[in-house]
């Protein structure tokens, strides 16, 4: 599976728009782009998955550049209750053998 | 639907004991996987298994072990204790369809206190 590397940390306030980068230069022609969310002693919560250019659901945008590279988790006007840990895992299909990364700790303040 | 179901959700137990963890998965789900989560080494993936078979393993030494009912419903058990087997244990189920990676749904935890 490709490595991937995100930030260790990110601090935003209420109401404003974060968008969390994550760098994957090995990643496979059948490689999809997948972003977890994870609250303390919880388990990691699906957000969102792509393959390429742009994919939005009811609580994230996920944009994907050309070459793949790179991807970026848009959280759009966050709240307290988005204060998390954030995984990016690279990874085709077939099997369930998740790799997760350190993520990245988001803090929302008022 | 009701989610990932996992018990207990907390156990104490001594050195050199063996535990057994349960993980219920969501109904109609046929994967299940385990991770194993420590503040020091973060999620680190222990095993898969589909159709009552492990597909995918780790690398965990073999103290940990697990299987699978045919009723999709999975155990995993990990035998001589050691401290650092102190963490939260963390079960996902999964559809396990055709194409892009599957959604996994995990579990609330089981917190595993080795003193």
């Known amino acids: 599976l490709a490595k991937t590397t995100q930030p260790i940390s990110m601090d935003s306030y209420e109401g404003q728009e974060v968008n969390i980068t994550c760098s994957h230069n090995n990643i496979a022609t059948n490689d999809y782009i997948t972003w977890y969310q994870q609250f303390p002693s919880q388990g990691p919560r699906f957000i969102i998955q792509?393959?390429?250019t742009k994919v939005t659901n009811e609580v994230a945008s996920l944009f994907i550049p050309a070459d793949r590279k790179s991807s970026t988790l848009s959280l759009p006007r966050v709240s307290l209750s988005d204060t998390a840990v954030y995984y990016c895992?690279?990874?085709?299909?077939?099997?369930?053998?998740?790799?997760f990364g350190t993520g990245t700790q988001l803090k929302v303040e008022l | 639907k009701a989610g990932v179901t996992q018990t207990p959700r907390y156990l104490i137990k001594t050195r050199g004991q063996q535990v057994t963890l349960s993980c219920s998965p969501i109904?109609?789900?046929?994967?299940v996987s385990w991770y194993q989560q420590t503040p020091g080494q973060g999620l680190q993936f222990l095993f898969e298994?589909?159709?009552?078979?492990?597909?995918n393993k780790g690398n965990f030494p073999g103290r940990f072990s697990g299987r699978q009912f045919s009723n999709s419903r999975s155990e995993m058990n990990v035998s001589t204790l050691e401290l650092g087997d102190s963490a939260l244990y963390l079960c996902?189920?999964?559809?396990?369809?055709?194409?892009?990676?599957?959604?996994?749904?995990f579990g609330p935890g089981t917190r595993l206190t080795v003193l």
């Open positions: 109904s109609g789900h046929r994967s």
């Open positions: 996902a189920s999964s559809l396990d369809r055709q194409g892009p990676p599957d959604t996994q749904y």
């Open positions: 895992l690279v990874g085709e299909g077939g099997g369930n053998k998740l790799t």
């Open positions: 792509g393959y390429k």
């Open positions: 298994y589909f159709s009552e078979t492990q597909r």
